[in-house]
């Protein structure tokens, strides 16, 4: 199956631009692009619809991919950016292309390009010293650091958690949260005992009982990161582990499920069943052959995977497999936090009886860390730490970003959004059946999948020949 995705906070065009292109062009083959235009249109404040003045890429970002590939392989760039004039939901390239984009950096720009808000915070003169005086938040944090994350990252906490950690990205994120798996999981095995002077002396040398054989579960076709750890959770692009010396961990197909999932519902809960019933097995199995499974990841949804998705009880029995088996319940939030699924947390729609013991961001929240329970925390200083832990510039820009979300409602302008783009596209798969299926979403975290992966590209390149840029997920 082949899909292509829709992740954007604010993309409040979508639903029409999706069914009127589609039914105006019939998804014929458009053999060339728009005039070029003598006007770049790139001093306007605001655009109202693409315009192209050449194909994408243009020559200039053709150019300049030239010279980059001198010093690096970048056969994996799309075109060139004016990030200056891009705004809101159109990016501009440096051929002075207006293009409406419906990827957003991966995801990651949470109020799209250029927000006033965000340029007004770090233009502000209160703000310049943490922008050119990186701290080393581990040791050295500012004097209003414990003031602005209560304003930022505790402000916005998922239900129940109430302690937090900040890093680079999601791979960080998702890295450190394993070693505080392991941790956690060797600290209960102690049982208040401090570590052995073994232990302590072993560890430098990656030997027992300093260093044991945790192992950590994951589904495939999820992604969790690109370093070491969360590269043995990772499973749907061979780019990113060939080659790699990978541990021998647990994973376990996710479930198949078809949409929408109540017109399936009963075979949709056999395959969820079916998928627990492996991840006990697999628990079992490892914990048996002494590799304990210290936790289990898992994405709200996958979206890397292909925008894979499942109950909210099959989500709340995996938190029962990991407490029967004294493992962390690790929930990925890094692509599905701050309220593209119409909550600022997916999970939040699973409406679990107790929080997830780890939850880990990044994206859109401009910054990389996670949350956690009271009861797991670290006792020993620097054992969930480097360089700069973080950036308090980055939490000067998520500040803005929530007084803008709250503000303006944001969520529920989503849901509703959401709702719009989800009936639009549930349209054009009953128009267009014999290559459109399995329409869904939550918020504007949307999916349709195509009926194979030439005509899946073919829709792809048509929508940016006419100036819209969506990506596309991988074959699962």
Known sequence: MLKFTQRHLLSNTVGVWWKNRLEKCGLATITSVPKPKQDRHVQSDIYSKPILCTPVPGPKSINKLHELNKFQNADAVTFFVDYKHSKGNYVVDVDGNVILDLFMQISSLPLGYNHPSLIKALYSPENMDVLINRPNLGSF???DFTDRLKRTLLAVAPPGLHQVYTFGCGSCANEFALKMAWQTYRTNQRKGRPPSQDELTSCILNKTPGCQPYTVLSFNGATHGRTLGVLACS????NVKLDSPIMDWPVVEFPLIKYPYDQHAQV???EENKTLEEVEKQVWTYNKNEKPVTAIIVEPIQGEGGDRRASAAFYAQLQ????QNGALFIVDEVQTGVGGTGKFWAHEHWQLNEPPDIVTFAKKMLQGGFYYKDEIRCMEAGRIYNTWNGDPGKLVSLEAVIDVIKENDLLSQVQQVGKKLLFGMMEIQEQFSQILHSAR?????????????ET???IIQRLRNVGKYMSLMAEV
């Open 141 to 143: 944090p500012p004097d």
């Open 456 to 458: 899946r590209d073919a």
């Open 268 to 270: 949709n809960r056999f």
């Open 320 to 323: 029962q497999i990991c407490k």
């Open 235 to 238: 499973h749907n692009r061979w």
């Open 441 to 453: 979403g939550q918020g504007t975290f949307c999916a349709i999948d195509v009926v194979d992966q």
